[in-house]
């Protein structure tokens, strides 16, 4: 039922592991890599072991990396083992370096593929890429920590990995769920009997219903995994078929976007990991995504925290003007105004010139919008409207900046 004892843990004691630990990570990065150094460098790391001393660190986004990594070759001064001793090493696009360490499954992927029916002793067609980018390693490292043998299929060539699947019966599949369609839509159309493929982990992109119910309907159960070339697998989806099981390896915190400050259990914010991997020891890694956890356990029996999967993008980003807004300073006029308990920029373009109206949920309103105009001003350099709504009647969806121009 479960991969082991960790998944079933109490939530207490799964608590006070990981902040024992979290001492040692931090440590651990300031001393091994060159950009925790600088950035904790008056940070005691004996004192961040509970999630609100946690909280207090720098996030260090993902779109951050390239800028580093241009400045400090590879790996920006984020990786703790030297290029020559890793095991492997990445380029996406953008592009950025990830590395590989030389340990067995170092991405934490056989706890994933477990939950979605996997054993040792399958064969698993992978179709990840294996050119450049970490996608299929990732799979297969966890696939051979399970026991699994792996046929390596890659992108494309869609007839030649269907007649594959057709000589080699694999049990399992793992790729994007939209490559899984189009392989045994092409075994459909050719002819090629594939019985033996019932279970599948996809990642890399939205696994959406319509997807999902088309493989089902040739006899194919797919779970999803969410993971990042940088973090490895984060959460993954169980036979309870409720939101996405949080990893026992890492520690996971939902922010709102454009700040560091963790949200309330439920509201839509931005993920945030910290991992326990000695090479790439990230310590607060925004990763751009949109999520919220989950109330209450899984019905599978796991009792790590559940989040509901991919909600969109946190890097609201967009230009007005010719000048570019960021949720940060959407953030930044927020810190100057306590008495405002959430905000949305919106954005929208009538008679073809760009208007900034910031919806503001406050019950304090004397004085409040003209204070509100002058901040967003001052932080972003543009003018805009400011308009005072009931609290609580914002959505809770994590955009911070919402474009609602219309360019038809």
Avoid at 93 to 107: Q, S, V
Avoid at 307 to 324: C, E, P, S
């Amino acid at each position: 039922m479960h991969y082991d004892n960790l998944e079933t843990r109490s939530p207490e004691e799964r608590e006070r592991d990981l902040m024992a630990r979290l001492p040692g990570q931090i440590a651990h990065a300031k001393k091994h890599t060159a950009w925790f150094a600088e950035s904790l460098a008056g940070v005691d790391a004996a004192t961040v072991d509970s999630r609100a001393a946690l909280a207090r660190l720098p996030v260090i986004r993902k779109h951050e990396l390239i800028e580093l990594q241009k400045k400090s070759r590879p790996f920006g001064g984020l990786v703790a083992t030297p290029c020559g001793r890793l095991g492997r090493v990445f380029s996406s696009p953008g592009p950025i370096y990830e590395p590989e360490g030389r340990g067995a499954d170092w991405w934490r992927t056989a706890r994933a593929l477990f939950a979605a029916g996997f054993r040792a002793g399958d064969l698993v067609h992978n179709s990840f890429s294996y050119h450049m980018t970490p996608g299929a390693w990732i799979l297969e490292a966890g696939a051979h920590a399970l026991g699994c043998s792996v046929f390596p299929g890659g992108v494309g060539q869609t007839e030649q990995q269907v007649q594959a699947m057709a000589d080699l019966q694999p049990n399992g599949y793992v790729g994007t769920p939209s490559f899984l369609r189009i392989l045994v839509e092409k075994a459909d159309e050719m002819g090629a009997k594939i019985p033996s493929l019932t279970k599948a982990l996809v990642s890399g992109e939205a696994f959406l219903p319509p997807v999902r119910d088309a493989l089902r309907a040739h006899g194919i159960e797919g779970y999803q995994a969410y993971a990042t070339a940088d973090l490895g697998v984060i959460a993954y989806e169980t036979a309870a078929r409720e939101g996405l099981v949080v990893d026992e390896g890492v520690i996971l915190e939902i922010v709102r976007p454009g700040t560091g400050d963790p949200v309330t259990e439920g509201e839509v914010g931005e993920v945030v990991v910290t991992t326990f991997n000695a090479d790439y020891p990230l310590v607060r890694f925004g990763t751009g995504d949109l999520s919220a956890v989950l109330p209450g356990p899984s019905p599978c029996g796991r009792t790590n925290t559940r989040i509901r999967g991919w909600l969109g993008r946190a890097d609201q980003t967009t230009k007005v003007k010719g000048m570019f807004v960021h949720p940060e300073q959407v953030a930044a006029i927020l810190k100057r105004h306590p008495e405002v308990a959430k905000a949305r920029l919106v954005v929208t373009n009538p008679e073809a010139i760009d208007v900034m109206t910031l919806l503001c949920e406050s019950a304090v309103a004397d004085g409040l919008p003209a204070a509100l105009a002058d901040s967003v001003r001052e932080v972003t350099k543009l003018r805009g409207e400011v308009r005072l709504v009931a609290p609580g009647s914002l959505p809770n969806d994590g955009k911070v900046i919402e474009d609602a121009r219309k360019f038809d």
